[in-house]
């Protein structure tokens, strides 16, 4: 990896003072590499439940799992890939590239970014322990309806709490350090209208957090209460409403996507124009279509209950917000494309990855609109339909976002290249594993397979099938991530460029590649017509 | 650098602030919801409370049909249903229903009534005077009750709904919280239906 200095005293164990610089490093470049390992590992942990999941689906009947435990798998797969692989990767990028961005020597708060950090093992340890204790895991799916999760969860369910409440915690923290970090710490001259679009959508990100997770941890605090002080939030019996948890849950869950695909946009804001060889196409709006996106995700939640029984007005207000919504994410396609329009393209990795990010997005998203019509969710909710879409807008919006930023900024972190044969083979094996895994979802839905169902009817055998095929090779294509990174990071051709790509633009492109431990000590100075300042031109 | 070190405590502190906030607000749901509901009559929801009898002075001529439904919820050994499934009745006229309650346990169980009105529209338009879904319902081993509900339909209800239903789910309530003001009903004490709210 990359050569840094050492901090602590030579007299130490080798392995100790190893393990003391990484505990308590307060360097964003160190803690944004571990935010991106953790992550990495639990993505790995969260696949291998998939893995299960779509192979005793591979046939109607139970092959291999029983219903309990099929439904524990389902839930922490749900549950490890949102809070313990998106969320903390984009995290970790954040950590690395928003003081880079921005040309801050590094994040505002670093002894709450390592305490940030280091809470998350600890929650996910809490987690995936319950899988070992009597009565199982969680099994009642990532969004805990009560009274799944009240009356009839688990005994681990109250694990399950504290560890939503340590994620909780960290994301809190995390997100106010980001925030913090670019409003005071940017270089003179950097102006907000002339950051870059991922610390744009990551500031945006940041005020998501702070808004919603709160509301997370009241919502599991208020299950905890029922469950253990008397108290019947939700429980119908003491004049509760179950209904009510599907609102606070929702009023946290829609702002959550949104968090949850923001840096990727991000990331394609940053990447598309650097193998183009054009500024990005319209950076005010797409400030202003991000902005107008994360306050449209509060008031939108109710399309998630449709069919839970809502007075006709309100079904139709939320549908008509929802629609509303497709209007700014619609303008950012526009811009990404008119990005595109006329370029000199090259498809390195990263661009391949963002292309396709671009493309598979906007199916998720008109999958969203036929979600979104009231009519039309009375039959979807519920099926494979809906799995379908949350996996076309995360899979490949924020998995392909990552792994694009991953490809596109890894030499400037390690100097070092991909192997850029590897890289394309990766992604088109991945596109093609997506796809088959994901599409026949559609159909299944439409034909009526309801999802977090073990076994199903033999009518839809076939596009399970399909399903499972892909999701094996998808599974694979992550082995060979794996493998790309690591012969990078060992083998991989000395970088020596500041640049790296011929296109890119930013202040992180005019370090040294590798970036430094220590970067930006004395603030660099922002022409305003500098290179980056794409806002100067629109 | 002092200053940009105050700013940042200045935002950090604001931000802690918001996420507190939106920790209370998470709670402030709650009574918004119920507010929201009541209002609305969304779920179904019928006011909790009782209204005084003979409130309208003129009963009207329009007559719909109110149906009853009535289920246990899971966990629950009661018998439960309602004694006559539909009834005509005039807008603003003050009827009187029965449900029919026993408990199949070997101990005493309480059980505590939940109302829903379909369509949810007409659910602020039906007013009960009493209701047994008002108190928890004790009921000994093998014991069973009538319980009455008195309600009138309002005359405002919308021309468009012409039948209405009025559903209990009866919970069973947990020990810990069972309220026990009055005094338990005994075995078939109030076989007669000479029920006491
Ligand atoms: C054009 C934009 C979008 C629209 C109109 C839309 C609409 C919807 C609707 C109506 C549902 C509820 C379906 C049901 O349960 O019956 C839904 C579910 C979901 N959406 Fe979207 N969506 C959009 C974008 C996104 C994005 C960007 C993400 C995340 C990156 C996302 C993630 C999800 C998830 C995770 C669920 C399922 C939650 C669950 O029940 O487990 N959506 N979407
Ligand atoms: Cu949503």
Known sequence: MIAHADTIPKQRHPLIAFLLRWLLTTNHKEIGTLYLCLAFLLFFIGGAMAMVVRLELFQPGLQFTQPDFYNQMVTLHGLIMVFGAVMPAFVGLANWLVPLMIGAPDMALPRLNNFSFWILPFAFILLLSSMFMEGGAPNFGWTFYAPLSTTYGPPSTDYFILGVHLMGVSSVLGAINVMVTILNMRAPGMTLFRMPLFVWTWLITAFLLIMAMPVLAGAVTMMLTDRHFGTSFFEASGGGDPVLFQHVFWFFGHPEVYIMILPGFGIASQIIPTFARKKLFGYHSMVIATIAIALLSFIVWGHHMFAAGMPLAAELFFMYATMLIAVPTGVKVFNWVATMWRGSMTFETPMLFAVGFVIMFTIGGFSGLMLALVPADFQYHDTFFVVAHFHYVLYPGAIFGTMAAVYYWLPKWSGRMYDERLGKIHFWTATIAVNLTFFPMHFSGLAGMPRRIVDYSIAFADFNMLSSIGAGLLGLTQILFLYIVVKALTSGEKVTDAQVWEGAEGLEWTLPSPAPLHSFETPPVIEPDDAHAAADRA | ?197
């Open chain 2, 1 to 197: 650098m002092s200053k940009s070190t105050n700013s940042k405590r200045r935002h950090v502190a604001v931000l802690l602030l918001v996420a507190a906030g939106m920790f209370g607000f998470a709670f402030a749901l709650v009574p918004l919801y119920e507010i929201f509901c009541e209002i609305t009559g969304i779920n179904g929801r019928t006011s909790g409370e009782a209204v005084s009898a003979a409130p309208m002075a003129e009963v009207s001529d329009r007559e719909v049909t109110i149906q009853f439904a009535a289920q246990v919820n899971r966990g629950m050994p009661w018998e439960f249903r309602p004694t006559e499934n539909q009834m005509r009745v005039r807008l603003g006229e003050v009827n009187r229903t029965e449900y029919y309650a026993r408990n199949r346990a070997s101990g005493r169980v309480t059980g505590q009534a939940v109302p829903s009105v379909a369509p949810s529209a007409a659910a602020p338009y039906l007013h009960k005077v009493e209701c047994f879904c008002f108190t928890q319902q004790h009921l000994q081993a093998d014991a069973d009750i009538d319980m009455p509900v008195l309600f009138y339909v309002d005359p405002e209800l919308p021309e468009d709904i012409g039948t209405l239903s009025l559903s209990y789910t009866m919970f069973r309530v947990p020990e810990t919280e069972v309220v026990l003001s009055e005094p338990v009903t005994d075995s078939h004490a109030d076989h007669e239906g000479h029920y006491q709210p």
